[in-house]
């Protein structure tokens, strides 16, 4: 194994105090080992994992943290053909950090999965089972995803995103058109790849949604109006037809992407990070691409490291979408 594929954590991570925690632990080949996606009648609500032996066993291996780690709770969790998601609630301050918690059950999971992958007859000897053991490969991999959970709606929207994971895979496999990455899409002479219906590149007229600063700090000294005349106005642009393009950075600018996102408007999407192969769009989004209501556009190739958005990124995808709203058409 080499140095990069080790155990990292991120430095100065120690997430030892009380939170909730979303992980995400995947299997390195991605191949079906813990279970089969089941979709009756083709109908993506009704899909679910049949649960292979080793994903019985690594279930169950995750509900008995508890019993370990009595601070903790396990709030949610959906077993995947090649993945698991599990959020924890540590109720208590812990001597050790979620990181070893997390670590512990990685090795837990190491342990049944090479022990089911042992083939032991009578004609092997104790050397070989052994051989075989040291030589078989851990469940997931060593750089499992651990995201704490800190703002103000985030478990509900995580819980529904692991519960659902079922129904989107299923979503996806059953409606490839919209979630296939598309490459060499030029706009204002930059190429971008996107998800998500590309004919919303041939509408009438679109608009930028860009909360600027300076109407957040007259908000927060008491003088609102601007803000709410032009969050407002967004709004009132979709319902005149209008396609707003945006990255939907700031609480303010996902208010309004939350109320398009509800009212069904055509958005375009400016990612911070390019599609891995995995790739699917966050809960509400995900739903919205599926109807053909949404185009997610990034100029970025996919970056498995990256976790947040910088302001020098965040400055430039604003100026994208003023790019986009300018080449295609202004309202």
């Not at 519960?163 to 296939?180: E, S, V």
């Amino acid at each position: 194994m080499s140095e990069h594929d080790k155990w990292h954590w991120q430095e100065g991570r120690i997430w030892r105090g009380v939170g909730i925690y979303h992980v995400t632990m995947v299997v390195p080949s991605r191949r079906s080992l813990l279970g089969d996606l089941v979709i009756p009648n083709n109908d993506s609500e009704q899909a679910y994992v049949a649960r292979k032996e080793l994903g019985y066993r690594l279930v169950d291996e995750l509900v008995h943290i508890h019993a370990y780690y009595p601070e903790i709770l396990i709030l949610q969790y959906c077993l995947m053909p090649d993945h698991l998601h599990a959020i924890i609630y540590v109720r208590h301050a812990m001597k050790k950090s979620i990181n070893e918690v997390v670590r512990g059950f990685w090795q837990g999971a190491k342990k049944i999965a090479r022990m089911s992958s042992l083939s032991v007859t009578s004609e092997l000897n104790s050397d070989q089972i052994n051989e075989d053991y040291i030589k078989a490969d851990p469940i997931f991999t060593e750089k499992p995803f651990i995201r704490p959970l800190s703002h103000k709606g985030q478990l509900q929207t995580m819980i529904r995103y692991v519960q659902m994971n079922p129904q989107r895979l299923a979503t996806k496999l059953l409606m490839p058109g919209f979630f296939r990455v598309q490459e060499g899409i030029e706009i204002a002479g930059r190429m971008y790849r996107g998800i998500g219906n590309a004919e919303l590149l041939q509408a009438s007229q679109y608009a930028p949604v860009h909360v600027r600063r300076t109407m957040v700090e007259e908000a927060e000294h008491g003088d609102n109006k601007r803000l709410c005349d032009y969050m407002n106005g967004c709004v009132i642009d979709a319902r005149n037809g209008i396609v707003m393009v945006s990255p939907f950075i700031s609480q303010r600018e996902k208010a309004v992407l939350d109320v398009l996102i509800k009212e069904k408007h055509p958005i375009i999407y400016i990612a911070d990070n390019g599609f891995g192969d995995y790739y699917k769009p966050g809960d509400g989004l995900f739903d919205a691409v599926a109807e053909g209501r949404v185009l997610i556009l990034s100029p970025w190739e996919y970056d498995a490291q990256k976790r947040h958005v910088t302001r020098v990124e965040c400055v430039a995808m604003n100026q994208m979408a003023e790019e986009i709203c300018s080449a295609l058409g202004f309202c």
